[in-house]
């Protein structure tokens, strides 16, 4: 069992940043591709970032792409999502997944 939690959501206005952070616990994630996805009101949830384990492999969804920044720390067990140049269709809730588990969620709202 794996358990995921999320922290560092808010509100911030366009063009500000955020960092997102995700405290992974348990057995058996160690070696999985960590995600962030975000979800929005009305919409589908989305991928937008992964990291592999080693760091080496990262990949972006291409509405963040140059301006979100995944990266982890495996020594704490923790994955961050550095958000920059944020925009109002950033607005969601943003999760953290790894395998078939995921986080509960924190709010991200950033405002025109």
């Known amino acids: 069992q794996v358990q995921l939690v999320e922290s560092g959501g808010g509100l911030v206005q366009t063009g500000g940043s955020l960092r997102l952070s995700c405290a992974a616990s348990?057995?058996?994630?160690?070696?999985?591709?960590m995600d962030w996805f975000r979800q929005a009101p009305g919409r589908e949830r989305e991928f937008v970032a992964s990291?592999?384990?080693?760091?080496?492999?990262?990949n972006y969804a291409a509405s963040v792409k140059g301006r979100f920044t995944i990266s982890s720390d495996n020594a704490k067990n923790m994955v961050y999502l550095q958000m920059n140049s944020l925009k109002p269709e950033d607005t969601a809730v943003y999760y953290c997944?790894?395998?078939?588990?995921w986080g509960q969620g924190t709010q991200v709202t950033v405002s025109s």
């Open positions: 348990g057995r058996g994630f160690s070696s999985y591709v």
């Open positions: 990291i592999n384990r080693s760091g080496s492999i990262r």
């Open positions: 997944k790894t395998q078939n588990f």
